[in-house]
């Protein structure tokens, strides 16, 4: 049996990145160890706090310059000692082509009030690394770094990995999903072109934890782009529609498909709507699970109404149906609806119940 040993050194400021990297490689040893290879992490928490003769960071750095991999996560500072394990296994690397560095950084909003001087610190650093031509790789979240660093484990000791993109009958179940994976992170995030019914083929023959990691990645970017990049964010609609055909009986898909078809450039309000019907049907009372279902098809509702597109009030029996969307609507939201109502994309409904005769929704 292999034993790669990983150090892994960050600022205090990074524990909870550092936790999660600690228990993804505690999940990938369970799927290594048939390839005979297993990956032994080094963090500072792990040596005990006693006094050395040399001193303990240089007990630090000893194990540093003695690993296989170094990695190194920093965010809005980097610590003197952190900098120290740097240089001593750069300066490993130099004379011995060995251990292989890999520097993350998290790239996520800070408020400027907690800026401090501390912040220089990671300047020096990221020009240091440009000095050395060395660049970092940038990371959102935990799941992404910890997808990046899987890949890059792939690379290093993997026989091709999920490069291989082909799946047949016989391809066992974890490789099937590390190719659902790639693709999803290559389709979302442009680090190549994908094959969307390849994309599709992968995502629905993956397994559930798979699908689950397809979702968080494709609900997140839908979240963080549908304002401010809708073509962007319209990069989600084929792995969402993949997932929904994976599993009809979840209503999380449906539902961000019905938001990603209202936020389209153009929106699709059928599609919208033909989704959220289903969402909300799947969700049944668990109201918390889609607390935007009812107030999105209400919005989809009002759009594909001929009348409104005419800017006339609507027959009855659609005016019916739409005061009770309206109203599920608003009960659902509670509290809350006194602010949407008066949100840019609630101007429809407003106009709407303008046109209508301001119906109570109480």
Not at 111 to 130: H, P
């Amino acid at each position: 049996m292999q034993v790669k040993k990983i150090f892994l050194a960050s600022s205090e400021e990074l524990k909870e990145d550092r936790r999660a990297f600690e228990l993804m490689l505690n999940r990938l040893n369970q799927q290594w160890r048939a390839r005979d290879i297993v990956f032994d992490l080094v963090v500072w928490e792990d040596f005990i706090d006693a006094m050395s003769k040399e001193g303990l960071q240089v007990e630090y750095n000893k194990a540093a310059a003695d690993c296989d991999i170094f990695v190194m996560l920093f965010f809005t500072k980097v610590g003197r000692f952190t900098q120290e394990e740097f240089e001593t296994v750069f300066a490993r690397l130099k004379a011995n082509d060995a251990p292989r560095i890999y520097t993350y950084f998290r790239n996520d909003f800070i408020l400027t009030g907690e800026i401090n001087e501390s912040i220089k610190s990671l300047l020096d650093f990221k020009a240091r690394l440009r000095e050395l031509k060395h660049y970092v790789t940038l990371y959102r979240n935990t799941e992404d770094l910890q997808y990046q660093f899987s890949r890059q484990l792939e690379r290093l000791y993997g026989d091709g990995g999920a490069d291989a993109m082909d799946i047949a009958d016989n391809t066992p179940p974890v490789k099937v999903g590390e190719i659902a994976l790639l693709l999803t992170y290559r389709h979302l995030y442009g680090g190549g072109m994908v094959e969307i019914t390849r994309l599709a083929a992968a995502i629905e023959r993956a397994g559930r934890q798979v699908r689950n990691t397809a979702y968080e990645m494709a609900s997140q970017m839908r979240r963080e782009h549908w304002f401010a990049d809708k073509r962007l964010m319209e990069r989600v609609i084929p792995v969402l529609e993949a997932l929904t055909r994976s599993d009809p009986n979840w209503h999380a898909p449906h539902g961000q498909l019905g938001y990603a078809y209202v936020e389209k450039v153009v929106p699709d309000w059928q599609r919208a709507k033909e989704y959220l019907d289903r969402a909300i049907e799947l969700r049944g009372d668990r109201v918390s699970e889609g607390y935007y279902y009812q107030y999105n098809r209400v919005r989809a509702v009002i759009q594909l109404d001929p009348a409104f597109a005419a800017r006339q009030p609507s027959d009855a029996a659609a005016k019916e149906a739409i005061v009770g969307m309206l109203k599920t609507a608003r009960r659902e939201m509670e509290s809350s609806w006194d602010e949407v109502i008066g949100w840019p994309d609630s101007e429809p409904l407003r106009a709407w119940l303008a046109l209508n005769g301001s119906p109570r929704l109480r």
